[in-house]
């Protein structure tokens, strides 16, 4: 398996402009988490999946932010208008109930990193 | 709430020195321990866990014990190698809500020659 496919790897814009990160998880897998990634804020979840259905995206920061997941493979996190403070790294996760009532290992990509000028 | 404390970074060694990275949590219940690495310039990946108490992972050299007794999971390596240079971070599942995984803040581990 090719593991977790995420794209661009790397994305400059400006302040104002609409970013999209795409992310493909391993196949059979139904969860699929969006994490961001700073220094000062460590490892944040921002929203997670169950079977193409948003669960929880408490942690999704304000109204710019926006993820989708129209079908098992394939999941898109939207920023519109983006601003400096977005700068990150932001990954995508994926993972599958093992028949313990919830997922198990959470298998990451190797995640944007987003420079907003 | 639910949460993971782990030692702060960086942590500096020599090639060949003991390694141990302290993490306590607080749960309700029994939860499960992970602890997940990170190389520079690349994603998370799971290097070794543990679901019930006194229950030991273990992987590449690395060890950590469940220990119920005094909330810990600490990560240890009897001889560490330049390469083990990376991210750790000690993380939760909890047991009636195991959708999500409660991260740490991540310990830098840097090994000299």
């Known amino acids: 398996d090719a593991g977790v496919i995420q794209s661009p790897r790397h994305e400059v814009t400006e302040m104002g402009q609409e970013v999209t990160l795409r992310c493909k998880p391993i196949?059979?897998?139904?969860?699929l988490f969006w994490y961001r990634q700073t220094m000062m804020r460590g490892l944040e979840l921002l929203i997670y999946?169950?079977?193409?259905?948003?669960?929880?995206d408490s942690g999704m920061p304000e109204d710019r932010f926006s993820a989708k997941m129209p079908n098992a493979s394939f999941s898109t996190l939207k920023i519109q208008p983006s601003e400096p403070r977005d700068s990150a790294v932001y990954f995508c996760?994926?993972?599958?109930?093992?028949?313990?009532?919830?997922?198990?290992?959470?298998?990451f990509g190797p995640g944007t990193r987003l420079t907003v000028l | 709430g639910d949460s993971v404390t782990q030692m702060e970074g960086p942590v500096t060694l020599s090639e060949e020195a003991f390694l141990t990275i302290n993490c306590t949590y607080t749960?309700?219940?029994?939860?499960?321990l992970f602890w997940y690495v990170q190389y520079p310039g690349e994603g998370l990946q799971l290097l070794l866990k543990?679901?019930?108490?006194?229950d030991k992972g273990s992987n590449k050299g690395f060890e950590a014990t469940y220990r119920k007794e005094t909330t810990s999971f600490h990560l240890e390596k009897g001889s560490v190698q330049v390469s083990d240079s990376a991210v750790y971070f000690c993380?939760?599942?909890?047991?009636?809500?195991?959708?999500?995984?409660?991260f740490g803040t991540g310990t830098r581990l840097q090994v000299f020659p």
């Open positions: 996760a994926s993972s599958t109930d093992v028949g313990t009532g919830g997922p198990d290992t959470q298998y």
């Open positions: 196949s059979g897998h139904d969860y």
């Open positions: 999946f169950n079977n193409n259905v948003p669960i929880d």
């Open positions: 749960a309700t219940g029994y939860p499960s």
């Open positions: 543990a679901t019930k108490a006194d």
């Open positions: 993380a939760l599942s909890r047991p009636y809500n195991t959708d999500k995984l409660i």
